[in-house]
């Protein structure tokens, strides 16, 4: 899945925060800060746009106010956007700081974190960054071809010769992940839904047969 994410240069912290939480998801983000010197500024980010399957502006005041590239922004980038929006790509915007946003053209959309609210600061920005990089996971889950089974697949014309080697064995266990949680059921479930969108096996303490255990023993 292509994403795109539009920011201020005020908000590039916050838009390498949700790229650093999509590293194992099956997403190629391209944000304007990977052009390299020497590339045509424009017919690069035109590309990019066009072939995004997502694009995520970072709302804020500064998105719509900075000086660094006001231009850029309202009077090339934005006419593309709209023209893709005509067009039905998706666009999900994510409340970046405080800002009166349903006064903006993204007003009919439903932003990012779900609550409604700015990102949060502190210990509770973690959450809305696991938000986003959940939900953009599963519609990149969503987007991803079905893989052909060996039936659809296979070369009928060419028969095969039997093997008389007996394969070695392998290792085919998923990485396990232990989920360590607490009382936010709701989260726990999204981390343990996103932790098999990486295909890895999560294990959840509470999931686990007791089977007269105690929780150490189930820990062994």
Do not use: C
């Amino acid at each position: 899945m292509q994403l795109v994410i539009l920011s201020a240069t005020t908000d590039e912290t916050l838009r390498n925060d949700i790229e650093s939480q999509l590293i194992h998801a099956k997403i190629n983000v391209w944000h304007t800060g990977k052009i390299q010197a020497g590339d045509m500024r424009k017919n690069v980010i035109e590309t990019e746009l066009r072939k995004a399957d997502i694009i995520m502006p970072l709302i804020s005041a500064d998105f719509w106010t900075q000086k660094t590239r006001r231009n850029e922004l309202q009077n090339f980038i934005m006419p593309i956007v709209r023209d893709l929006r005509t067009k039905g790509i998706t666009i999900i915007p994510v409340l970046a700081k405080p800002y009166h946003w349903e006064m903006s053209e993204f007003k009919d959309l439903d932003p990012l974190p779900s609550t409604g609210k700015p990102i949060a600061v502190g210990n509770k920005k973690l959450d809305d960054l696991l938000e986003i990089a959940i939900t953009l996971s599963e519609m990149a889950e969503n987007l991803s071809p079905t893989p052909k089974s060996n039936a659809e697949t296979k070369d009928t014309s060419y028969i095969e010769p039997q093997k008389t080697t007996e394969k070695m064995p392998t290792n085919t266990e998923k990485p396990i992940v232990f989920i360590v949680h607490g009382h936010n059921d709701n989260m726990k479930d999204k981390v343990e839904l996103f932790v098999k969108n990486l295909d890895f096996k999560p294990i959840v303490l509470h999931k686990q047969i007791n089977g007269g255990r105690t929780i150490i023993e189930k820990f062994e």
